[in-house]
């Protein structure tokens, strides 16, 4: 009987040291970057190595890593600190970044359809956007950059930026472009396509339809125009999951300041729980 007492005691102080950092990372990601190689900037934390590419060509990077005090913790619940450090990367103007998803053709296409992005950016630069309002690319589902980008920040200045594109059309909100920001842009082609800052919902446009304007061919770009409307930038840390989040889910990732907590596999929490009761009993 003390065995058994002795044990519901540890499960629930475990399980409430758990619950104290909660996991407030989705399930289904299929890539991360944090920048953290500094003999290979487009290392892949999770998923495929990014390219960086001009012109559909690739070419070397002109980013710098730079250590500062914006920055992402990402961890787990038994690691705060898994991947957590101060590495943000510089991409420069006319040079962009093509990411391969690793996501399957889904929501009923031979495209990707359902999926969701994250990057923590902040705008480093208004040199030759002026056309009365800028323009800065953030997104291009063209693998070969090839027609005009898919998201942009536009502004009169960097103070009052609003976000979308000419088929969604833009924010009515605005914000400061040349803060770190977490933007996340969640698309689901058959319904909506939403872009949010810091966990506010900023865009709320009507999907373009399955296989359309924002479905996915095996890669995308980011920070890619046509035109060469895109800015140079500093970039902290980019995710992509293989679904669209909903609002209450991407409202928990909050900011670029926020700790980002991805769950425990069911096996290591298991083993965690069973090491404490092992020890317990000796």
């Not at 190689?37 to 990014?50: E, F, H, Y």
């Not at 865009?203 to 995308?220: E, K, N, V, Y």
Request: hydrophobic share 40%; aromatic share 12%.
């Amino acid at each position: 009987m003390k065995k058994i007492l002795v044990s519901l005691v540890v499960l629930a102080v475990a399980g409430a040291a758990f619950a104290a950092t909660t996991p407030n990372v989705p399930a289904g990601y299929t890539g991360l970057w944090r920048f953290q190689n500094s003999a290979n900037l487009g290392a892949a934390t999770v998923g495929t190595d990014i390219a960086f590419c001009a012109g559909g060509v690739a070419v070397d990077c002109y980013g710098v890593q730079y250590t500062g005090s914006i920055y992402t913790y990402i961890g787990t619940p038994e690691n705060n600190n898994l991947y957590g450090d101060n590495q943000i990367f510089q991409e420069s103007s006319w040079n962009y970044m093509s990411v391969t998803h690793g996501i399957s053709a889904n929501g009923g296409g031979d495209y990707v359809n359902s999926y969701t992005i994250m990057m923590d950016y902040s705008q480093g630069s208004l040199s030759g956007l002026w056309n009365g309002n800028y323009y800065n690319s953030l997104f291009q589902t063209s693998q070969t950059n090839a027609n005009d980008g898919d998201l942009f920040i536009k502004g009169p200045d960097y103070a009052n930026s609003v976000i979308g594109c000419g088929d969604t059309g833009y924010s009515t909100l605005t914000f400061d472009s040349s803060v770190m920001h977490r933007i996340v842009i969640s698309v689901d082609n058959s319904s909506f396509f939403r872009v949010y800052v810091d966990g506010v919902l900023f865009l709320d446009a009507a999907g373009q339809g399955i296989d359309g304007r924002f479905s996915l061919d095996p890669t995308f770009c980011l920070f890619a125009d046509n035109d060469w409307e895109d800015a140079w930038g500093m970039v902290g840390t980019i995710a992509v999951w293989d679904h669209a989040l909903t609002t209450a889910e991407v409202a928990a990732m909050g900011s670029a300041s926020t700790t980002l907590v991805i769950p425990e596999p069911a096996t290591m929490a298991i083993l965690a729980l069973g090491g404490l009761l092992i020890r317990r009993k000796k």
